[in-house]
């Protein structure tokens, strides 16, 4: 969720980037040419990239796309107005300029040129007029919530009943490549918003048909959709006519569906795919060694956390305490050194490293392994709920092995019962979660949409917010968020925003438990070179070449 993700949900056990973050690679036996694998070989211009992936959970629309799988597809698909590189700084795309006096009303210029992959102009009308339906609640987009600081954003996305119109009052067409966006409030960080596929643009075909839209989408990006087999793989080709600034290397690329991430690692190694995001634990003792195996580290910002479902029956009105206590009793450096062999660091904030206003060590105790003060907090708490907790995931994500250590860990501290609730796969997960069905935690897997503390706090655990599955909800917490919001300048709000993560953990007023930062472990196999991840673990396929 970057992108996004939605904001994104992270299907893995480990949100594109321009420019991709600093990497480390090892290459580890021959290619066949001569050389190394992902070196040596002529490049194939026209060659298409295999990457390993899983099933989107929703549609391919910009605004319905909550999980990394359908992210890695519609970050080639469409391209924002803006994006930001490693250094977490903004860089134009589709736009040209994006201004304010005021950080209430936004100038957007664009820049001229660009078309849709059907040949249409990408204009002015074509951003508002697919915000204005991505906002409307009765066309039930999940990432809808994103559009709520838009004047009008009430009036088409009421909290009860009809839409009063279809159309927010703070947008404005100016000119084919000029408008103007009016929001209720300063927010100064705005621009960083705009990076999120959410605020992609729509042209004037998508409104004939959107449903059929979502399953054959047709977007501004550097590739063209070409078809999509459920549940097998998802083609798409190099659109020639891209006018953006990172146009693709390859003639396309594959998104091919494995039902795990021990599969996707056999396919990379006997040649069967060209590359995969997360290297699955059974994998991380070898994958810097295994013969036909390009090891690729590199940072990331994402977190992964317990998540709870305060709907859950018993835990509606959960003293905080049992939260920091079962927290407590969790060993996360040994769970990283052992079951994540290192590809995991412990957690100690709810922000992910690698953003604006991330701060070490704001979580105090809360993340310090104390069975003994784990078992009081516990106690003056009133004990956990039926002296057991589930800790639900995803089946293909290879997480299987750290969720059973941190439940032994929680057994052995704290004496309650803790089991894994697996689901088939990451689409069956996020239902669930939508449904409010969760037993007790989830598996919380988030990465950054644009590169601030914000996002991984309002966006998150924010009352309204569109991937809060747990609801939670504290209007103190609420209040924090606006405040830092309204703030006068980009260092005021990240400043803000780090006293109400501060003001979280100090009173007990948590959504979630941290458990551990993501890296970038992924591999590439000997037909491809030049492979390259983002911040939120995105492969950057359209800087890819494919050898011969």
């Known amino acids: 969720m970057r992108g996004t993700k939605s904001a994104r949900w992270v299907a893995s056990a480990i949100v594109v980037a321009l420019a991709a973050t600093a990497a480390c690679t090892s290459d580890n036996g021959d290619d066949g040419n001569g050389g190394k694998p992902g070196k040596g070989g002529t490049v194939d211009p026209d060659g298409i990239v295999r990457l390993a992936n899983s099933e989107p959970q929703a549609t391919l629309h910009p605004a319905n796309s909550q999980d990394t799988a359908g992210g890695q597809v519609i970050k080639g698909l469409f391209s924002s107005l803006v994006d930001y590189d490693d250094k977490s700084e903004l860089v134009m795309v589709n736009a040209e300029s994006v201004e304010s006096d005021d950080a209430t009303t936004w100038t957007v210029k664009l820049k001229k040129g660009w078309k849709f992959h059907d040949g249409s102009d990408v204009t ?260 956990v709920p039926n002296n057991e907790i589930f800790i639900q995931y995803n089946a293909d994500g290879g997480h299987k092995e750290w969720v059973e250590a941190v439940c032994n860990s929680i057994r052995q501290a704290i004496d309650v019962e803790c089991k894994g609730d697996s689901k088939p796969d990451f689409q069956t997960d996020l239902d669930v979660r939508e449904a409010g069905d969760v037993k007790t935690f989830y598996r919380g897997g988030w990465v950054l949409d644009y590169p601030i503390n914000v996002n991984f706090l309002k966006e998150l655990f924010h009352s309204k917010a569109s991937a809060n599955y747990g609801k939670f909800n504290n209007k103190k917490v609420d209040d924090l968020f606006k405040a830092g919001d309204q703030a006068a300048s980009l260092e005021e709000t990240v400043k803000a925003y780090q006293d109400a993560e501060k003001a979280m953990f100090e009173e007990g007023t948590l959504p979630a438990i941290p458990l551990f930062y993501y890296q970038t472990n992924a591999a590439h196999g000997a037909k491809v070179r030049g492979v390259e991840f983002d911040l939120a673990n995105f492969a950057i396929v359209q800087n890819v070449e494919v050898l011969k």
């Open 124 to 383: 002015a009308q074509s951003y508002i007029d697919a915000w204005n339906w991505s906002a409307n609640i009765e066309n039930d987009q999940k990432n809808s919530f994103w559009f709520a600081d838009i004047k009008g954003y009430d009036d088409v996305h009421p909290e009860k009943g009809k839409p009063k119109t279809d159309k927010m009052a703070g947008l404005k067409v100016v000119d084919d490549h000029t408008f103007t966006i009016e929001l209720n409030n300063r927010v100064s960080y705005y621009p960083y918003k705009l990076a999120y596929n959410a605020f992609s643009p729509l042209p004037s075909a998508f409104f004939d048909d959107p449903k059929a839209y979502g399953t054959k989408p047709v977007g501004n990006g550097p590739y063209q959709f070409v078809s999509w087999d459920r549940k097998k793989k998802i083609v798409v080709k190099r659109f020639d006519d891209y006018a953006g600034p990172d146009k693709a290397k390859n003639g396309g690329v594959e998104y091919v569906n494995y039902q795990t991430l021990e599969a996707e690692y056999d396919a990379v190694k006997s040649g069967n795919a060209d590359i995969l995001t997360t290297v699955p634990p059974r994998d991380l003792p070898k994958y810097h060694d295994d013969k036909g195996v390009t090891a690729v580290d590199a940072p990331m910002a994402g977190i992964m956390s317990l998540q709870l479902n305060f709907q859950a029956k018993g835990w509606e009105d959960v003293d905080p305490k049992i939260l920091q206590g079962i927290s407590q009793a969790i060993n996360r450096e040994q769970i990283s050194k052992t079951v994540l062999r290192g590809s995991r660091v412990p957690a100690s904030s709810l922000v992910g490293p690698n953003v604006k206003g991330y701060v070490e060590g704001v979580a105090g105790d809360y993340t310090k392994y104390d069975p003994a003060a784990a078992k009081k907090l516990i106690a003056d708490g009133g004990g």
